[in-house]
């Protein structure tokens, strides 16, 4: 059996071995501003990359730009793709699903599922940092129920809740198997969408 050489064995040992131009002539990394943003770019490149092939294995998409479209990232943003909604009841959605998160997170209500939580992990501030946290949760709760208002009142207590309850699987819980809803319940998507464009005056 023929002897591995030096630096088989280090592979074996280990994660590859960086670039020359990323190490000092210690061996620490190097703190080169040039060394360190090449390596940041080279890290968000392959988390990218990383993010894209799981999405194209994951929603049966069939070229990388169609992964890299953030819109692909959120069943709200697939279905404008899909041409189910149009771009203003999209953004009525985003904008409904902020309001929600801000809710839930100030509140310390727990999101309605992970994959809500995940999708709103990191968000803006919403222009109220100088009152408290208190006063915060206050007018997002006040916020949230004027937005239930709003969807419950698209057409009688039966018809608002299903229209709430669509809403809501959609753009807050951001349930990936209602992608493809029945007709009725695209109808209350919709319905709850334009009353929230209207809310938002989303043009």
Not at 4 to 11: I, M, N, V
Not at 42 to 58: D, K, L, P, S
Not at 149 to 178: F, P
Request: aromatic fraction near 6%; charged fraction near 35%; glycine fraction near 8%.
């Amino acid at each position: 059996m023929k002897p591995r050489t030096r630096a088989q064995k280090r592979r074996r040992r280990g994660p590859p071995i960086l670039a020359a131009t990323d190490r000092e002539p210690n061996g620490r990394k190097s703190r080169r501003k040039e060394s360190r943003v090449l390596y940041e770019r080279q890290t968000e490149f392959n988390n990218v990359r990383t993010a894209a092939e799981t999405r194209m294995r994951h929603f049966d998409l069939k070229t990388v730009e169609q992964a890299r479209d953030p819109r692909n990232g959120y069943v709200l943003g697939r279905m404008l793709l899909d041409g189910t909604v149009t771009e203003r009841q999209h953004d009525a959605g985003i904008r409904y699903a902020e309001d929600m998160a801000r809710y839930y997170g100030l509140t310390g209500i727990a999101f309605p599922s992970a994959r809500a939580q995940d999708l709103f992990a990191v968000r803006g501030s919403d222009g109220e940092d100088s009152t408290t946290k208190g006063e915060k949760a206050r007018k997002a709760s006040q916020r949230m129920a004027r937005l239930r208002t709003i969807l419950l009142a698209c057409g009688d207590i039966d018809t608002g809740r299903r229209v709430q309850h669509t809403v809501n699987i959609i753009c807050v819980e951001n349930v990936d198997e209602r992608r493809h809803l029945p007709a009725n319940m695209v109808a209350w998507l919709k319905r709850g969408l334009n009353a929230l464009a209207t809310e938002y005056g989303v043009a």
